[in-house]
């Protein structure tokens, strides 16, 4: 079967009248199929396509469609403050962190192994940039995600418990595949933070495929000071790293950065985590 009858010719009669087939397709809801397989049709006929080619082209148009129009929804509800690609990410200015240290989070296996990240580091090195590009990463492979600020969720979830509220509000955060939570420890939190952050790292944890992205200016060892719950502040850290990590990035804010201009005093930032070993100094052991 080499080329596709028109309309028109002979074995075709049997085909739906062009209105019919509109109405088909808007009932089927393929859109992309609907504005496209007329334009096909033509491009089959003068290159000889078989019919499962030229269905094949179709459905992959049909295909592609959804999953841009999939992965823009799913950027947009994850509420990105902006979005940043991990191919933007510039490596050569964030010489502190290299590509490959980031390969377990850049697959599936993201969300099927639970895998959780802390990035450490002093304010303009790019951690929310890079959490956001590995969510981003996810979303293409079929995720969901959500960004929220330390700062906010505590204050919603504090808010929601004294409203009767809790578990509608708490479901937000346990839902989506990839869980953002940026700035630990950037501005001071009410006496309540850790017990109403532990619930959600907690059920996440347990559900086995529900990843945590966290960015922290703290040595996380710190956390206990800054939730003002040494002991649940250490079971949050237990379970974010019982499949997870921490890794720091140090050196100049991008915010800082002027090309052709002598870059200013790299801020301070301690050299080793206290407790928690990088994947560098667990090599070396």
Known sequence: MSALPSPGAPGASAALP??????????????????????????????????????????????????????????????????????????????????????????????????????????????????????????????????????????????????????????????????????VGYLGYGPDAASVLFPVIDQRYLKGNRPVLLTTNKDPQQWGQVLHDPDLSAAILDRLLHRGEVLKLSGRSYRQYRPGQPPPAEPGFPETLSGIPSRDEKAQR
């Not at 082209?57 to 979005?83: K, Y």
Request: aromatic share 8%.
């Open 18 to 183: 062009a209105s019919g087939l509109e109405a088909g397709l808007r009932r089927l809801h393929l859109p992309t199929v609907r504005r496209h397989y007329a334009e096909l049709e033509r491009q089959a006929a003068a290159e000889s396509w078989s019919y499962p080619e030229y269905l094949e082209r179709l459905v992959l148009l049909e295909i592609e469609h959804r999953t841009e129009t999939r992965i823009a929804r799913a950027t947009h509800q994850a509420g990105f403050p902006f979005l940043k690609t991990l191919e933007e990410f510039d490596f050569t200015f964030q010489k502190s962190i290299q590509r490959k240290a980031l390969g377990p989070y850049l697959g599936p296996e993201l969300v099927s192994g639970g895998r959780c990240l802390i990035l450490a580091g002093p304010p303009g090195v790019g951690k929310t940039a890079l959490c956001i590009a590995l969510a981003y990463k996810a979303i293409q492979h079929g995720a969901e995600a959500r960004f929220v600020t330390c700062t906010d969720l505590i204050h919603q979830l504090t808010e929601a418990r004294s409203r009767g509220q809790w578990s509608a509000v708490l479901a937000r955060y346990l839902e989506p595949h990839v869980l953002i939570i940026d700035e």
